[in-house]
């Protein structure tokens, strides 16, 4: 998916609805009205949720095991969490192991959620943190198990590896990491998700204006 390629979801307010479409209308698709003479008419775009992990150095990125957010994320999808070093190079643990990949697949990785970045004058600490994790830690010869040593076991040796003081409280344990960091990004995207698919099923999605 190219950035052009990016749904952007457009909301504007009329005739006491806020109006959810892919692309502005001549007329309101409610009231009929010709949107143009419309005095208050400011539509806007909603932010999207999703950045592509190549272009996301020194990152955290969430992707759905299988397919993609938009077309493939439920309550119950898998979820492959990755690290991405200062050159956007992919690095993961999964099922054959360790990987390093340059020139991520933009299918597999263009739609992710981005969990945590840090500042630039961080991204030299990062990737040697990646290399000693990978070296001292002995990743490399690790196998993957879907329960026990799996893609969050990667990223959490890292993390606490990093010492990273804005998230010390969270990577204790898989439970509380996801709480703090991951469940409120998958919301947020979710709600942005289910906003997505109404408009492609339906052309529009409406809701009353309650302010
Ligand atoms: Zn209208």
């Given at each position: 998916?190219?950035?052009?390629?990016?749904?952007?979801?457009?909301?504007?307010?009329?005739?006491?609805?806020?109006?959810?479409?892919?692309?502005?209308?001549?007329?309101?698709?409610?009231?009929?009205?010709?949107l143009?003479q419309c005095e208050?008419f400011?539509?806007?775009?909603?932010?999207?949720?999703?950045?592509?992990?190549?272009?996301?150095?020194?990152?955290?990125?969430?992707?759905?095991?299988?397919?993609?957010?938009?077309?493939?994320?439920?309550?119950?999808?898998?979820?492959?969490?990755?690290?991405?070093?200062?050159?956007?190079?992919?690095?993961?643990?999964?099922?054959?192991?360790?990987?390093?990949?340059?020139?991520?697949?933009?299918?597999?990785?263009?739609?992710?959620?981005?969990?945590?970045?840090?500042?630039?004058?961080?991204?030299?600490?990062?990737?040697?943190?990646?290399?000693?994790?990978?070296?001292?830690?002995?990743?490399?010869?690790?196998?993957?198990?879907?329960?026990?040593?799996?893609?969050?076991?990667?990223?959490?040796?890292?993390?606490?590896?990093?010492?990273?003081?804005?998230?010390?409280?969270?990577?204790?344990?898989?439970?509380?990491?996801?709480?703090?960091?991951?469940?409120?990004?998958?919301?947020?995207?979710?709600?942005?998700?289910?906003?997505?698919?109404?408009?492609?099923?339906?052309?529009?999605?409406?809701?009353?204006?309650?302010?």
């Amino acid at each position: 998916m190219s950035v052009d390629d990016e749904p952007h979801i457009i909301c504007f307010k009329h005739c006491s609805n806020h109006v959810f479409v892919l692309k502005v209308p001549i007329r309101c698709p409610l009231c009929n009205q010709p949107l143009e003479q419309c005095e208050k008419f400011l539509p806007f775009s909603l932010p999207y949720p999703f950045s592509n992990a190549s272009q996301s150095p020194c990152s955290v990125v969430l992707r759905p095991a299988v397919g993609d957010f938009l077309s493939d994320f439920h309550n119950n999808t898998n979820l492959h969490i990755a690290l991405t070093d200062s050159q956007g190079a992919i690095v993961e643990f999964d099922s054959p192991g360790l990987l390093r990949t340059r020139n991520a697949d933009r299918k597999l990785w263009g739609q992710c959620l981005l969990i945590l970045s840090v500042p630039e004058a961080w991204f030299y600490h990062w990737d040697s943190t990646i290399q000693r994790l990978i070296e001292e830690q002995g990743w490399q010869h690790r196998i993957y198990d879907d329960e026990k040593l799996n893609c969050y076991s990667f990223v959490l040796a890292f993390l606490r590896l990093l010492l990273y003081e804005p998230i010390a409280t969270f990577i204790d344990n898989a439970e509380t990491f996801s709480r703090q960091l991951i469940v409120p990004k998958t919301t947020q995207a979710a709600k942005y998700i289910t906003i997505y698919r109404r408009i492609k099923q339906f052309g529009i999605l409406s809701e009353p204006d309650l302010l």
